[in-house]
């Protein structure tokens, strides 16, 4: 792995470029803390996991114990962490037992990176196959791309030896029958609670995102997870961000890399997922839309920062410290 930026170097930068850049560089926003759960510290030392939502206190563990377990690279622990999700029947979101699309059909999106050399791999609308974010580490490391989607990607994980599986379970193919009886069937807009997984180890980040996508989306949609920079990016330079919800929204922003830029430029995870975020709900308010975005960010200095449009977006944190714990995120004042 090379060398990630020197810590002082980068405290020097976060200081400067803070200053450069100025109030008002960032929009007039402030956050509203959910009570009841404690905050997280402002900043982890050494080892980190950090994941979105609920779901993500098992997938941390995975990941944690791949990381312990001495990985080549942190990102094959995020991608262990993500394994669980995708096996977990009552995660309604990723893998089997997520949602399918308006015909009855699971596609499923991911995408993994690796923050020494931006090293990545994703695979789109895949069919068929237990562990999306496997075969995402596949075309990473066995081919010259980036992006694998649809029959392609399923000719690519077969040749691969990847498990086969049906990712309808009993459960959604329920929901999917009462979702057709439904006089009119908009797709539930907030219906796409992601996983994605930020690995921090000594400096070398890693990030895995996998998901089922927005519940009965038209076949072949394609959202912001296996997309590098909207639904995830990261560089030891500069940090990492993964994003959760509505994934066109981080497409039309570029979303995660724009977090990343935004610490590369000196801000703090908090700040930088602040002043996308809000630029973000600014543009969705302007088409009169309203939607649930999230940013998940951690930048060199072991910052973390979970910022959401809506209450009740929670994501999961595992360090030596303090082991897994789940935090409220906050989210923009309205
Ligand atoms: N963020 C997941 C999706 O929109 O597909």
Redesign the pocket.
């Known amino acids: 792995m090379s060398r990630p930026l020197d810590p002082e170097r980068r405290r020097f930068l976060r200081g400067t470029g803070a200053a450069l850049l100025g109030a008002s560089a960032l929009p007039a926003c402030s956050l509203v803390t959910q009570r009841g759960n404690s905050s997280p510290p402002e900043r982890f030392e050494g080892r980190l996991v950090v994941s979105t939502w609920n779901f993500g206190m098992a997938a941390n563990a995975a990941a944690w114990s791949a990381l312990q377990s001495g990985v080549p690279h942190p990102v094959y622990a995020a991608a262990a962490g993500a394994r669980v999700p995708e096996a977990d029947p009552a995660v309604t979101s990723v893998g089997y037992g997520g949602s399918p699309n308006a015909k009855g059909v699971m596609e499923l ?1 991911a995408c993994v990176m690796r923050g020494d050399n931006l090293a990545c791999g994703g695979v789109a609308g895949l069919r068929g196959f237990a562990h999306p974010v496997s075969v995402a580490l596949d075309v990473m490391d066995h081919t010259p791309h980036v992006l694998l989607v649809g029959e392609g990607a399923g000719e690519f994980a077969a040749s691969r030896g990847h498990e086969q599986r049906d990712l309808l379970s009993a459960e959604a193919a329920a929901r999917y029958a009462k979702w057709q009886t439904k006089q009119e069937r908009p797709a539930p807009i907030d219906d ?1 609670d ?1 996983i994605g997984l930020i690995t921090l180890d000594n400096g070398h980040f890693g990030m895995a995102v996998t ?1 089922s ?2 519940a009965f989306k038209l076949p072949g949609r394609v ?3 296996p997309i590098i920079g909207a ?1 995830g990016y990261c560089d030891n330079e500069a940090g990492a961000c993964v ?6 929204e ?1 497409i039309r922003h570029v979303a995660a890399f724009a977090v990343v830029e935004q610490m590369r430029n000196g801000l703090s995870a908090k700040q930088a997922a602040v002043a996308v975020l809000a630029r973000i709900r600014r543009n969705f308010r302007a088409r009169d839309m309203n939607t649930m975005v999230a940013l998940l960010a951690v930048d060199t200095s072991g910052g973390v920062a979970g910022v959401c449009t809506t209450k009740n977006f929670e994501f999961a944190v595992h360090d030596e410290d303090h082991g897994g714990v789940l935090h409220p995120g906050e989210h923009l004042a309205p």
């Open positions: 999106d796409h992601t998901t996508g927005w959202g912001d997870s639904g994003a959760t919800g509505t994934g066109e981080m």
